[in-house]
């Protein structure tokens, strides 16, 4: 019994550790690119490359070679492509959608992609985590409303293929026995398409020291570290669950806004919150008391 929830309460730690780095890598991409400090192929290059210096530093702490261990080391190559969709895609589709467009086809492409998945896997979902995701979503788009406008063609399809990305790379990332190490592999299988995204970009490189700080942040530690974080999560939440927790990510970057950035609490911020708290909570619910039956 002890044991038990000792595994539930590390889960519930990485998970929300893992949610607060994924809300700093989209503040941190969003600053980076709105200002024109940094183009988005040379955010996305110091980003990846970043997250391979870090884990170089982190093995030879350990003293152990970069290869991956996991159950499943067919994926990793998988992994590490989905990897490198998302990151390229993200970054590009951040130039012509406003964050509040944005984070809704992320994390309705994510949503969808985890669903189909799960459901693939021959897992129905009971109505109550039906029921829990609609809820959250909904908060979601009540959080990002007052900034929505008609996304162009070209955001909104970029925008799309990461959250399809991404989903893959969770619902692979679930199988995963040694999180550090096939998450440094997957940053490492992202080296080579790196450099060719370097040289098609080339002529339009535009680089500060600002842009150079965010990137590197959000790689080595944002990235890094919080997808290593996310892949111990992941071991322990259901796919539902594992989508469904990550549709808090606008709201926790809107509650980091207000925490660091003096921004204020808005009503609408307090019931976005409450109605997506509520969505997960009614989705863990219905799983430990229907959909485990």
């Known amino acids: 019994m002890i044991t038990v929830l000792y595994k539930k309460l590390q889960t519930i730690g990485y998970t929300i550790t893992a949610l607060i780095a994924f809300a700093a890598n989209s503040v941190l991409c969003r600053i980076a690119l709105k200002d024109n400090a940094i183009d988005a192929s040379s955010f996305t290059a110091i980003r990846l490359l970043s997250g391979v210096l870090m884990f170089l530093i982190l093995f030879s702490l350990k003293a152990k070679s970069v290869t991956s261990t996991s159950e499943k080391k067919g994926s990793s190559w998988i992994t590490g492509l989905m990897l490198f969709i998302y990151a390229v895609t993200f970054s590009f589709a951040y130039i012509s959608l406003d964050t509040g467009t944005g984070a809704l086809v992320l994390f309705g492409a994510v949503q969808l992609t985890m669903i189909i998945g799960s459901i693939a896997m021959g897992k129905k979902l009971h109505i109550s985590e039906w029921l829990g995701i609609g809820i959250s979503f909904s908060g979601l788009a009540y959080l990002v409303y007052p900034t929505l406008t008609t996304p162009s063609l070209s955001g909104f399809v970029l925008m799309g293929l990461s959250g399809i990305a991404w989903g893959i790379y969770t619902l692979v990332g679930r199988g995963s026995a040694d999180p550090m190490t096939d998450t440094a592999f ?27 700080v965010l990137a590197a942040i959000s790689g080595a530690f944002a990235s890094a570290l919080g997808y290593t974080i996310w892949y111990m999560a992941l071991g322990g939440l259901s796919e539902t669950e594992a989508a469904v927790v990550q549709l808090s990510v606008p709201v926790i970057a809107a509650i980091g806004g207000v925490l660091f950035v003096s921004e204020s609490i808005s009503t609408r911020l307090i019931i976005a919150c409450i109605l997506v708290l509520g969505g997960i909570l009614t989705v863990l619910i219905g799983r430990w008391k229907f959909a485990n039956k």
């Open 186 to 212: 997957n940053f490492k299988f992202t080296i080579l398409l790196v450099l060719c995204l370097s040289l098609i970009t080339f002529p339009m490189i535009n680089i500060s020291f600002d842009g150079v």
